[in-house]
């Protein structure tokens, strides 16, 4: 069993939307929790990044972290075509070392 | 501003050929990585390099050696090419230890096929 698990998508939604991207993880020795965002033929960047469970916004994205769940989120608000790209969620129980999920392609129509 | 440089961009090999993927870094970063990114796999750490001087491995190592030539440059060699060796490379740096205060910076990939 993978130690991230990232709901597959792909998503398509209307521009406008609200988009919710989703990571479940199984070791409770992680302490910080990443979504880095990743352009078609591009690296991956980071979005934001939250260290303790509850809720973390920055404009239109709110990250979400349920450590008793062992949950995160991130939403992302009146979405827009320039959302579209693959969200992967991040996490880290070592330095150097962080467990990636396999990411998630959003599309959103124009 | 660069950030982190790659060569090549693409990439052709027969099974059993060698060969170095460079990267090189313009931030003054203490810290570099190899990720390989596979379909349904997301990104896997091949190894690292804490600081100039330093290597260790990732979680999946075999099959590579790197070099940390000095400290804006981290070389990926591929001793002998095999198909499951097939991926997208990315090089990564970060100013220390990855984490949130910390973030990896990553070049924009080497696309590998090995047939």
């Known amino acids: 069993q993978k130690e991230v698990e990232q709901d597959p998508g792909p998503l398509s939604v209307p521009e406008g939307a609200i988009v919710s991207l989703n990571c479940t993880y199984s070791?409770?020795?992680?302490?910080?929790f990443m979504w880095y965002r990743q352009y078609s033929r591009k690296g991956p960047e980071l979005l934001m990044y939250?260290?303790?469970?509850g809720n973390k916004e920055d404009g239109r994205f709110t990250a979400q972290v349920d450590k008793s769940s062992k949950y995160i989120s991130l939403f992302i608000r009146d979405s827009q075509p320039s959302d579209s790209a693959t969200y992967l969620c991040?996490?880290?129980?070592?330095?150097?070392?962080?467990?990636f999920g396999a990411g998630t392609t959003v599309t959103v129509r124009a | 501003n660069a950030g982190v440089t790659q060569t090549p961009k693409f990439q052709v090999l027969k099974t059993g050929q060698s060969m170095t993927l460079q990267c090189a870094q313009d931030m003054n970063h203490n810290s570099m990585y190899w990720y390989r990114q596979d379909p349904g796999m997301g990104l896997r750490l091949i190894y690292y390099s804490a600081s100039e001087g330093t290597t260790d491995k990732g979680e999946v190592p075999n099959g590579y050696n790197v070099s940390r030539l000095n400290k804006r440059e981290f070389s990926l060699r591929l001793e002998s090419a095999a198909p499951s060796q097939t991926s997208v490379y990315f090089c990564a740096s970060s100013s220390g230890a990855s984490s949130y205060n910390s973030p990896l910076h990553f070049g924009n990939g080497t696309r590998l096929t090995v047939t």
């Open positions: 070791n409770s020795a992680f302490q910080y």
């Open positions: 939250t260290y303790s469970s």
């Open positions: 991040a996490m880290s129980a070592s330095e150097y070392k962080l467990s």
